[in-house]
C-alpha cells in the first residue's frame, strides 16, 4: 500500500483504505478495493479530498500501521470534538455528552492496545480548512492517548494517592485532551481572529480562554480532564499562563494529564502557527529539543512525544539526497531522521502496478551516506536532527522500540 496526492493517482489505481468525506465526518466515499477512474478523480478533487491510500507491490509493510478500526475510532473522536464546538458556539448552556465521550475515547484507547504498532500519529485526523479549531483539538486528543499510554509507568508514579490501574486509565486524558481549548468558544469572535493572524498569545484576552473553558466544564467532566483546560498552558519551568485569578504551577505542581495535553498541544501550534504557512513535522521536532522551548516541558512527555511522533511517518514520500524518491517504510525512535526506506519511481511517474525495483534502505547505515531532503514535497534540509540525546539515556525508552 502506498499513500500519494490525489494529483498523482491515475486510473487504474486500487484503493488499499476508504476515502472518507472531508465534509462530513465518518462518511466513506469509497470501499477498500475500489479501481480509481478518472470521473471519480475529479469528483474526489472537487470534494477536496487530498491523498488516497492505494494497493501497490513491495510495500505490503506499511498495512501494520494502519488499522481500520482504529481510523473509524478516529472519526468518532473527531465528530464529538465537532459536536461539541458546535454546541457550544451555538449556546453557553449546550450540554456535553460525557457519558458518550468516555464511551468513545475508550473504544479508541482499546483498538490502540490491540494493534500497538499502528499508534503512531500518522497525521491529521480531519482536513483543517476553515475549521482550525476542530482539527486541532482533534489532533491534540489523538496525541494525547498515544503518549499516556506510553507512559503507563509515569503515569502510576506521578499519581500515586489512587490505585495502579485507575492511575494508569487515560480516558480522562483523552476527554480533557479533546475539550482543552473550548473555552476559545467564549472569547469574543474578535480577539480569536486576531491571534490567528498574529499568532499573539500575550494578548490578555486571549489568555483567558483557559480559565473560560474550565468554567464551562467545571462540575460535568471528572476533575483530573478539567485540569487539563485549565492548565494546558502552564509550563514545567514556571512559564505560561491560566486566566484570571488563577494560580500559576511550574514542574510536578500542573497534573500529569495537563502536562501531556500541553505538549501536545504546542506540537501542533507548531505544525500550524496561527499567520504562517503549516511546517513539516521533523522542523517542529528539532525545534523542540532546543531550548528555550525543551525547558518547558517534562522530559517524560518530550520523551513521549518523539516515541509516538516519526519526523517521517510511514508512508511518507520522501526524495533522497541521491535524487531519488523513497517511502518510508519504518521508523527507528532513538535515530527518527534516519528510518528504512523503499525507492520508489518519483510521484508524477506512479503506475498502479509497477513494483519496486531496488532493494530497501536502512538509512542509519553509514555505508548509504544519505538523508531526506524533501517529505511530501516540502524540502526539510537543515532540519534533519542526530540521535537526541534525551532518548538515548533513557532506559524506559528501551520498552517503546
Not at 470534494?47 to 501494520?64: D, F, H, M, T
Not at 529539543?289 to 511522533?309: E, G, H, I, K, M
Amino acid at each position: 500500500m502506498l499513500r500519494i496526492d490525489l494529483a498523482n493517482a491515475t486510473p487504474g489505481m486500487s484503493l488499499a483504505l476508504p476515502v472518507r468525506d472531508p465534509r462530513q465526518q465518518g462518511r466513506v466515499l469509497l470501499k477498500v478495493g475500489y479501481e480509481l477512474d478518472r470521473s471519480i478523480l475529479q469528483r474526489l478533487e472537487k470534494l477536496g479530498v487530498g491523498n488516497v491510500w492505494i494497493r501497490y507491490p513491495s510495500l505490503e509493510a506499511l498495512s501494520k500501521y494502519v488499522d481500520e478500526d482504529i481510523l473509524a475510532s478516529q472519526g468518532g473522536l473527531v465528530l464529538h470534538v465537532t459536536e461539541a464546538f458546535a454546541g457550544m458556539q451555538r449556546q453557553v448552556s449546550a450540554k456535553l455528552d460525557y457519558t458518550e465521550y468516555c464511551r468513545t475515547i475508550g473504544g479508541l484507547v482499546r483498538e490502540l492496545v490491540s494493534n500497538p504498532t499502528a499508534a503512531i500519529f500518522m497525521g491529521d485526523l480531519m482536513d483543517g480548512k476553515g475549521q482550525d479549531l476542530m482539527r486541532h483539538s482533534s489532533s491534540v486528543a489523538y496525541l494525547s492517548l498515544l503518549m499516556g499510554l506510553k507512559l503507563e509507568g509515569y503515569l502510576v508514579r506521578q499519581r500515586k494517592h489512587i490505585d495502579a490501574h485507575r492511575a494508569k486509565e487515560v480516558s480522562n486524558l483523552g476527554i480533557g485532551a479533546m475539550l482543552h481549548d473550548i473555552g476559545v468558544t467564549r472569547i469574543d469572535q474578535e480577539v480569536h481572529t486576531r491571534y490567528m493572524r498574529s499568532g499573539d498569545d500575550t494578548d490578555p484576552a486571549w489568555r483567558e480562554h483557559t480559565a473560560l473553558g474550565y468554567k464551562l466544564v467545571r462540575g460535568k467532566i471528572e476533575p483530573s480532564a478539567a485540569t487539563c483546560i485549565l492548565n494546558h498552558h502552564q509550563r514545567f519551568d514556571g512559564s505560561g499562563y491560566t486566566g484570571e485569578g488563577m494560580p500559576l504551577l511550574s514542574g510536578e505542581r500542573i497534573h500529569v494529564f495537563a502536562r501531556i495535553v500541553g505538549m501536545a498541544e504546542q506540537f501542533d501550534r507548531l505544525r500550524f502557527p496561527p499567520g504562517c504557512e503549516p511546517r513539516p513535522t521533523v522542523a517542529v521536532l528539532d525545534a523542540l529539543l532546543s531550548d528555550p522551548l525543551r525547558s518547558q516541558f517534562d522530559p517524560q512527555t518530550l520523551r513521549a512525544l518523539f516515541a509516538v511522533v516519526p519526523p517521517y511517518p510511514p508512508g511518507a514520500m520522501l526524495r533522497l539526497s541521491d535524487g531519488r524518491y523513497a517511502v518510508t517504510l519504518d521508523h527507528h525512535v532513538p535515530d527518527p531522521c534516519r528510518p528504512m526506506v523503499q525507492p520508489v519511481p518519483e510521484p508524477s511517474k506512479l503506475a498502479a502496478q509497477t513494483p519496486a525495483v531496488d532493494e530497501p534502505i536502512d538509512l542509519r547505515e553509514p555505508a548509504h551516506d544519505l538523508e531526506v531532503l524533501e517529505c511530501e514535497g516540502v524540502d526539510v534540509r537543515g532540519f534533519n536532527f542526530p540521535p537526541p540525546k534525551l532518548l538515548q539515556d533513557c532506559s524506559s525508552v528501551r520498552a517503546w522500540l
